[in-house]
C-alpha cells in the first residue's frame, strides 16, 4: 500500500507531501490544476524515462519518494536477488534527477539500478489510464489473471521447479554434446600430444634437477682443482691446519690445572678437529669420485633440449606446467572416452523431468480452463453493471508446442463490445474507454483473490455519466475493501464513493505557479462534491444532493 509521496522540484511543484490511506481515496481538481503531474511524478518510481524540462529549477535537483507498506506481497525474493536488505514493513523507493539530467535510483537508500526499481515499484503501484490499458493485451498479465483466479500457486511453484530442472539438465546436454563433438574433432590431435608427453616420462621438478647436473657435469675440472686446494689447506703438511689443531689440543690440556678459565676449550677445539677431519675425508672421496664424463653431459644436455623444446612448444616454462597440461589432455579425452554414456544418461534425467513437467502442466491447463470459465461468466456480469451490455467474452487457451516457464498454454482474451461483431483479441477491439471499464471489472475481481499492488485510476470514468459512473465508483469501492485504489476523477457519482479525499490546485506568487494538495474533511468533501455538480456557484441544492449521494453510498455499503 501506498503510504507516502514526497515530491520536490517537479513541474510546478515546488515541495509537495502526500500522505495516503487505506480504501479509496479520491482525487479531485480544477483542469489544468495539476492531478497528471502527480501521476507524472510517480511514473519516475515505476522506472519511466526522466526529463529534464520537467524541472521547475534547472540548478536544483529532483526528487521523487514514495514509501509503501509492504507486509503481506512476498517480495522476500525479490529483494534477495537484488542483494537488498529486506524489511517486511516498509520500503522507500526514491528517484533522483541531477541538473545535468542524470538520474538516480534508489530502494530504502541503497543505489540500485533502474530496472531493479522498476521491478520492486510495480509490484507494489499499479496505474491505469485510458492510455495504459493495452497492459490488457499482453499474454502474460493475462494467463497471471487466470492463475490467479485458479488458485494454483502451489502447483505452479512446482511446475516451475521442475521446468528449471529441466532446462538446467537441457542445457548441460547440449554443453556435453558440444564438448564431446570439438574432442571428437581434436581427438587425434590430443592423442598425438599425450603420447608425447607420455614418452617423456616427466618427474615434477625434474628441469631443475637437470640443471643443477648440468652444472656439475659442466664444470668438473675447475670443481676438482677447487675441492683440492681445500683438501691441501686442510690436511698438506706444509699448511696442516688439521695438525695445528691437534697441537691446540694437546697445549690446552696441559693448561687445564693450571689454568681452570681453559677448562673446555680443548674439548671445543678438539670437536671442531673431528668435523675438520670428516669434511677433509669427504672432500677427498668427492675428488677422486668426481670425473669427467662427456656421455652423461650429453644425455643430461639433450634431455633439457627435449624439455625446453615442449616448453616451446606449448608455450610453458616449467616441466611442473607440462605435467599439468599432461593430466589435461588425458581428462579431456576421458570425456570423450565416457561422453556417450554420460549422454545416455542425461538424456533419460532429461527425459523423466520432461514428463513430470508434462503431467504438471496438464493439471496446470485443467485449473486454467476451469478458472477461465467462471472469470468469463463474472466479467460479462460486471460489464453490464458499467453499461457493457453487449459484452462477450471467452479465454481462448491453446497448447504450446513446447513446455514454457509457466506451462504449455497460451491464453488470449478475446471479447466483442458490439452485437454484431465477432470476437477478437484485445488489442483489435474497443475503444479507450470501453477496455478501462473492462479492467475495472477484471481487477474487483481479481482484488477478492489476491493482494495486488495499489491501483491508480486515471480519469477512467471518462466518457460515462450518471447511473454507469455511480456503478463505476460503487465498483471502485468493493476493490478498495481489499486493496488500495487511488482513483482521480472529474465525476461527482464516482467521487461521493471515496473514503478519503485529496483536492489539487494551483496558487500563484509573485513569479510562480504552484500546484498543492490537500485532505479534505467531511464537510471539505460534501462542498467539493457539490462544486463538481453544478459549478463554480455552489448552492444548497448542489449541497443537498452531494449529501444525498455521499448517504446513498453510505447506505449501499
Not at 453499461?387 to 479465454?395: G, P
Request: one cysteine or more.
Amino acid at each position: 500500500m501506498l503510504s507516502r509521496l514526497y515530491i520536490s522540484n517537479y513541474a510546478l511543484i515546488d515541495h509537495l507531501e502526500i500522505d495516503f490511506k487505506q480504501g479509496l481515496t479520491i482525487i479531485t481538481g480544477e483542469t489544468g490544476a495539476g492531478k497528471s503531474i502527480l501521476l507524472g511524478a510517480l511514473a519516475l518510481i515505476l522506472g519511466e524515462r526522466a526529463d529534464s524540462k520537467a524541472m521547475r529549477d534547472s540548478s536544483r535537483k529532483t526528487v521523487v519518494e514514495a514509501t509503501c507498506d509492504i507486509a503481506g506481497y512476498h517480495l522476500e525474493q525479490l529483494f534477495a536477488d537484488a542483494d537488498l536488505d529486506y524489511d517486511d514493513h516498509e520500503c522507500i523507493m526514491r528517484r533522483e534527477i541531477a541538473p545535468n539530467g542524470r538520474s538516480r535510483a534508489f530502494v530504502n537508500d541503497s543505489p540500485v539500478p533502474l530496472t531493479v526499481l522498476r521491478d520492486v515499484a510495480t509490484r507494489l503501484v499499479d496505474i491505469h489510464s485510458q492510455h495504459s490499458n493495452m497492459l490488457l493485451a499482453k499474454p502474460q498479465f493475462q494467463l497471471d489473471i487466470i492463475d490467479s483466479l485458479a488458485a494454483n500457486e502451489q502447483l505452479r511453484a512446482e511446475y516451475q521447479q521442475l521446468y528449471r530442472k529441466y532446462v538446467d539438465i537441457e542445457r548441460r546436454l547440449t554443453q556435453l554434446a558440444e564438448q564431446s563433438d570439438r574432442a571428437r574433432g581434436e581427438e587425434d590431435y590430443l592423442r598425438f600430444q599425450l603420447k608425447q608427453l607420455d614418452d617423456m616420462n616427466l618427474q615434477p621438478g625434474e628441469d631443475a634437477k637437470l640443471e643443477a647436473e648440468q652444472a656439475k657435469l659442466s664444470n668438473v675440472t675447475e670443481i676438482k682443482q677447487t675441492l683440492w686446494e681445500v683438501e691441501h689447506l686442510l690436511a698438506d703438511e706444509n699448511v696442516a691446519v688439521i695438525d695445528h689443531l691437534k697441537t691446540i689440543v694437546s697445549r690446552l690440556q696441559t693448561l687445564e690445572t693450571m689454568l681452570p678459565e681453559v677448562g673446555g676449550m680443548a674439548e671445543r677445539v678438539d670437536s671442531a678437529l673431528i668435523d675438520l677431519k670428516d669434511i677433509a675425508s669427504s672432500i677427498s672421496n668427492m675428488q677422486e669420485a668426481l670425473q669427467l664424463d662427456p656421455e652423461q653431459l650429453q644425455l643430461v644436455e639433450s634431455r633439457l633440449n627435449d624439455i625446453f623444446s615442449l616448453e616451446q612448444k606449448h608455450q610453458v616454462q616449467t616441466v611442473d606446467e607440462l605435467i599439468a597440461l599432461k593430466n589435461d589432455y588425458e581428462a579431456r579425452l576421458q570425456v570423450l572416452d565416457t561422453s556417450d554414456e554420460q549422454i545416455e544418461l542425461m538424456k533419460r534425467q532429461l527425459s523423466d523431468v520432461r514428463r513430470q513437467a508434462t503431467d504438471l502442466a496438464q493439471q496446470l491447463t485443467a485449473t486454467r480452463q476451469e478458472a477461465s470459465l467462471a472469470f468469463a461468466r463474472q466479467l460479462v456480469e460486471r460489464a453490464r453493471l458499467l453499461s457493457l451490455n453487449n459484452l462477450r467474452f471467452e479465454v481462448d487457451i491453446r497448447p504450446t508446442r513446447q513446455l514454457t516457464p509457466t506451462g504449455s498454454d497460451s491464453v488470449e482474451f478475446a471479447m466483442a463490445f458490439n452485437k454484431s461483431q465477432p470476437l477478437m483479441p484485445v488489442k483489435d477491439t474497443a475503444s479507450g474507454g470501453e477496455i478501462s471499464r473492462v479492467m475495472l471489472c477484471i481487477k474487483a475481481i481479481v482484488a477478492q483473490r489476491v493482494n495486488l499492488p495499489t491501483i491508480i485510476l486515471d480519469e477512467l470514468d471518462t466518457g460515462v455519466s450518471g447511473d454507469t459512473a455511480s456503478r463505476m465508483g460503487e465498483m471502485m469501492g468493493d476493490i478498495a475493501r481489499n486493496i488500495q485504489v487511488i482513483a482521480i476523477t472529474h465525476l461527482p457519482q464516482v467521487a461521493s464513493h471515496g473514503d478519503n479525499h485529496l483536492k489539487v490546485f494551483k496558487s500563484d506568487d509573485n513569479d510562480r505557479t504552484n500546484t498543492h494538495v490537500t485532505q479534505l474533511d467531511h464537510d471539505q468533501h460534501i462542498m467539493e462534491i457539490a462544486r463538481m455538480l453544478s459549478g463554480k456557484d455552489i448552492n444548497q441544492a448542489a449541497i443537498d444532493n452531494a449529501k444525498a449521494l455521499i448517504e446513498q453510498n453510505r447506505h449501499h455499503e
